[in-house]
């Protein structure tokens, strides 16, 4: 049995041995070496995409070498979001105050650039000396004539969704900016899309086919004044909740737009999200265009994973992602390719997720929030899964075990979302798995056990 910190012993379920009562929404214990990011990762996830917008981050230099850079999400035009530029707050600014530094930096950048907004991400240290970051915005807007939006992300305030809310924030300062005459009346935006490799072209071809405009992608290869007019839409299509619910809910008390939750992974939650679209709207076209792209496009990526499944059939997976929303998708996904999962777990989830988890997973499994590599490799050796699906951080310590891992995570460069990412994921997970390279795997002497904590 794996040891757990005994503070934690409550964020480990295991279903059909414990009484279902998981602890969630909780901080991390000091010193468990969470899997968590923090404030500033979390608001820099939901804007950065913004491709026409300049960001520039108000803090030391090492948070701006957490960029955006690697990362997968494309633009169509613009790529100023692939640029990270920081004010390089040092001593002397920490003495006397970063403020001027902010204010020259913001000037010389949009004058050099000529952005259609700014964003300005207080990081740590800009919150322990109280740099007026607000009052720098106000007067650098005012001066510049576009939108400088001050974003709070100073990670000692909370975790990584506290910088989901945070961007929520900054958004809700641009939306409404934009006339909405021209806006359809069968129109929708897309929130928590990010077009990591290009899956929000994707998307918005199959709502192009049910002939649905979408008329922001929030924020996804985004641009401002799209979101500046995405208030004049008919409904919100939430694909990653954690990230975006809470814009989505100011929207409804705003402006009134309805809401729904979907995910654009696996067949079964692509074609549900796609027919739960066409029965808003309600319209006979849309409705029956909807069946014949679902029913065409399903018979194909069954036909091309066929050989994938029977493989793979009996395969055992550890998911561990941020959002809980992805684990459903993902398990749905791996059943379909005849695999079962035996570890699940995400940073952020809350009771609703957890029972949700419990209710799709077979008896066995274990359910992980807020999950450390000490345990996440443990339960995975204890198991014997033969695939890791994770992030960045969990990708070296997927193939120290010798196990083979796929990237979910936003560093990816694979379509993953969609009929396409569906055939995608198959051929990725049946590589990984099936690799000849894990016959020669420490594990399976049994010597990478007695090496993990």
């Known amino acids: 049995m794996v040891k757990v910190l005994a503070q934690r012993e409550k964020q480990v379920f295991r279903k059909g041995e414990d009484t279902f009562n998981i602890g969630c929404e909780r901080n991390s214990v000091a010193g468990s070496v969470s899997q968590r990011a923090c404030v500033f990762c979390g608001s820099r996830v939901v804007l950065y995409p913004i491709a026409d917008a300049l960001h520039l981050i108000h803090g ?9 850079d690697i990362r997968g999400a494309l633009s169509s035009g613009p790529k100023l979001h692939r640029l990270s530029f920081s004010t390089d707050i040092q001593e002397k600014n920490v003495i006397y105050g970063g403020e001027k530094k902010l204010y020259n930096s913001l000037i010389e950048l949009i004058d050099i650039y000529h952005p259609k907004a700014a964003f300005v991400y207080a990081t740590c240290i800009v919150g322990i000396i109280g740099d007026d970051v607000d009052a720098v915005c106000k007067r650098v807007a005012g001066e510049k004539g576009i939108p400088v939006l001050p974003v709070h992300s100073e990670g000692f ?3 990584k969704k506290d910088g989901y809310r945070a961007a929520c924030e900054a958004l ?12 359809p009346e069968f129109s929708i935006n897309i929130l928590g899309d990010f077009n990591i490799a290009g899956e929000t072209w994707v998307i918005r071809d199959y709502y192009r086919r049910m002939g649905v405009e979408v008329v922001s992608v929030m924020t996804g290869d985004g641009r401002v004044a799209d979101i500046g007019r995405s208030h004049g839409a008919s409904l919100n299509v939430i694909q990653c909740s954690g990230s975006m619910m809470y814009l989505a809910k100011k929207m409804k008390e705003k402006y009134g737009i309805p809401y729904i939750r979907v995910s654009y992974f696996g067949i079964e939650d692509t074609s549900e999200a796609l027919f739960a679209v ?11 265009r909807t069946g014949l792209l679902v029913e065409s496009e399903v018979e194909r990526v069954n036909r091309q994973i066929q050989r994938y499944r029977k493989k793979l059939k009996g395969r055992k997976a550890t998911i ?10 993902l398990i ?7 695999m079962e999962v035996a ?20 008896p066995g499994t274990i359910i992980l929030d807020d ?12 198991k014997e899964v033969d695939l890791f699906i994770g992030g960045v951080k969990e990708r070296p310590l997927a193939y120290k075990l010798g196990i083979g891992f796929c990237d979910h995570n936003h560093e990816r460069k694979q379509i993953l979302a969609g009929y396409e990412g569906m055939v995608n994921f198959a051929k990725e997970v049946y590589s990984s798995v099936m690799s000849p390279v894990w016959r020669f795997s420490p594990r399976k002497t049994g010597r990478m056990a007695n090496d993990i904590g």
């Open 332 to 338: 749905k996904a791996l059943h379909l390719l005849g």
């Open 278 to 288: 066409a029965r808003f709207f309600n319209d006979t076209e849309i409705l029956e």
């Open 60 to 68: 030391p230099i090492g948070c701006a070498a957490y960029t955006w």
């Open 371 to 382: 999950s450390n590599p000490v345990e996440l490799a443990n339960f995975s050796l204890e």
């Open 320 to 329: 561990y992602v941020g959002g809980a929303f992805k684990a459903f998708s």
């Open 157 to 159: 305030k909370g975790t």
């Open 172 to 183: 809700l300062k641009i939306i409404g900016r934009e006339a909405t005459d021209k806006v």
């Open 343 to 362: 570890v699940v777990g995400s940073q952020t989830g809350n009771i609703d997720d957890y029972t949700r988890l419990k209710d799709m997973c077979l």
